[in-house]
């Protein structure tokens, strides 16, 4: 669930494709999806792109707002966390669904073509937690040597299931599906191969999808290999890695993410073969929110129910990787929307499970407890576009009391929590809080935290603790306030309540 903002009329544009919120190809309604992608790079008005939009989409059987806005279905509820309901997967011995606990994965480090070195990695991977491994096969040296780590695996005991990560390489998926229990595909360069920056032009949409016969002969043979040896797949498209003609005909967007992985799904579907889930992956945990969503849409539009896996590609170390993942695989589960998740550190992988378990963890709780808010009507929101939300702070008047102008950061607060034993060093503390030190006294910049967190208030005994307080108040040039716990608790009841109202 996200708390959003009206959006602005042009992002009602980003409903074009080839779906258009699934209903029939955009080519057969009175603007194309050609027409469309014009109107979008072009300087006509919004309303051009906006009757495009509604006249592509009548017939679909979407709900319209009376300001025009669509509001599809991509998750069970908009006010609670409630599961998606997914069929299920299996992975070896795991099975992957709403119907599981959200299974734990991350990948190896090490040179596939080090067998042991590979294997002992892939041992403490399991020792740590994770119920499935992915390892990287990028030839056939590899592919090789994945029979013997798989089967040295199995002689010392260890049976979690392996994830073959293929990019370029349809034969070499093919060799390491008789020995890896799945195979996940990158459909940005399975098929198209490494990456090119040159434009194609398509006059029309049959141009386009005559590449696509290209893909299925291409791309058949190894799903019909996995559906007889019961291999599982991932379908796992990349924002970075798109392939050149998905970028020329849908550009750098979670559409066109959206419509890659469709290409190769409905391949396997019509081979009847459904062990395989979906993932949209992204470095930037807004345009992966967004992809998984219009994904999640596209298949409640067309009735599928396969599961998917979460990830932020290159979150990187530390904190930063750690909140990147938080913020874009929490923000999905507080949907209700996956059922396997990997947090990706440039660690060694075993420290990936421990955040990954916490994440999952909470997005079980989140969905057996229902947590969330009242029931309301969704009336502004579109999934489609994503922008900051814009707030007032007050303003300074000719006859106010206070002096509103140093009151609170302008581009967002920043709280900070602050115990009694900080209070004893004050210098120390003021360092702690971003402020800039002249002379020993404290002055707030825009990097300083303006909002306290104290659990206990300093006695009126404690003269230390009181003048370290009024300094940052005074000396600032602005006031920060300080929150006992149960205040805090009211004032973010308070600031969501409003968020919802808007």
């Not at 149960?486 to 109202?501: K, N, Y």
């Amino acid at each position: 669930m996200r708390l959003g903002q009206a959006p602005a009329a042009e992002s009602l544009c980003s409903t074009s494709g080839r779906f258009a919120c699934g209903t029939a190809p955009l080519a057969a309604a009175p603007f194309s999806a050609r027409q469309i992608r014009r109107a979008r790079k072009s300087t006509v008005g919004p309303q051009a792109v906006l009757q495009a939009t509604e006249q592509a989409t009548q017939g679909s059987g979407k709900k319209a707002s009376q300001n025009g806005l669509l509001h599809p279905q991509y998750c069970e509820s908009v006010y609670k966390s409630l599961r998606r309901p997914t069929r299920t997967i299996e992975v070896g011995n795991v099975k992957v669904g709403s119907q599981h606990p959200i299974a734990l994965q991350t990948m190896t480090t090490t040179d596939t073509r080090n067998v042991q070195g590979t294997v002992d990695q892939v041992k403490k991977c399991a020792d740590s937690g994770a119920d499935i491994v992915r390892i990287t096969v990028q030839g056939k040296q590899e592919a090789t040597a994945c029979y013997k780590i798989r089967e040295q695996l199995f002689k010392d005991g260890y049976d979690v299931p392996l994830v073959a990560d293929i990019h370029f390489q349809p034969v070499v998926a093919s060799m390491v599906a008789e020995c890896f229990e799945k195979i996940r595909v990158n459909p940005g360069n399975f098929v198209d191969g490494r990456k090119r920056f040159d434009e194609k032009v398509y006059d029309d949409d049959s141009q386009f999808k005559q590449e696509q016969e290209h893909i299925r002969e291409v791309f058949t043979p190894l799903v019909e290999k996995c559906k007889r040896l019961n291999r599982a797949m991932r379908i796992g498209t990349n924002h970075g890695s798109l392939s050149a003609r998905i970028l020329s005909y849908y550009g750098d967007t979670p559409r066109g993410m959206v419509e890659s992985a469709f290409e190769f799904a409905n391949i396997c579907r019509d081979v009847d073969y459904h062990n395989f889930l979906f993932s949209m992956k992204a470095s930037n945990p807004l345009v992966m929110v967004q992809a998984y969503r219009l994904l999640a849409e596209e298949m409640y539009s067309n009735g599928w129910d396969y599961p998917l896996h979460l990830g932020v590609t290159e979150a990187g170390e530390g904190e930063d990787g750690r909140l990147k993942s938080a913020i874009g695989i929490g923000s999905l589960l507080m949907d209700g929307l996956g059922d396997t998740i990997r947090v990706s550190l440039t660690e060694d992988p075993e420290y990936e499970l421990e955040p990954c378990r916490q994440l999952a963890s909470l997005g079980n709780q989140a969905a057996q407890e229902q947590w969330g808010v009242d029931a309301f009507d969704e009336k502004h929101r579109d999934t489609h576009s994503f922008a900051k939300r814009v707030g007032r702070l007050p303003e300074q008047q000719e006859n106010d009391d206070v002096d509103y102008r140093g009151l609170l950061h302008r581009d967002g607060s920043v709280i900070s929590a602050v115990t009694l034993q900080d209070l004893e060093a004050p210098e120390q503390m003021y360092r702690k809080l971003g402020a800039k030190m002249v002379v020993g006294m404290p002055f707030k910049d825009q990097a300083t935290s303006d909002t306290l967190y104290m659990p206990q208030i300093p006695p009126s005994s404690d003269k230390t603790g009181r003048r370290a307080l009024k300094r940052l108040q005074v000396n600032t040039a602005g006031y920060l306030s300080v929150l006992t716990a149960v205040q805090l608790q009211q004032w973010l009841l308070s600031r969501c309540l409003e968020a919802l109202e808007c």
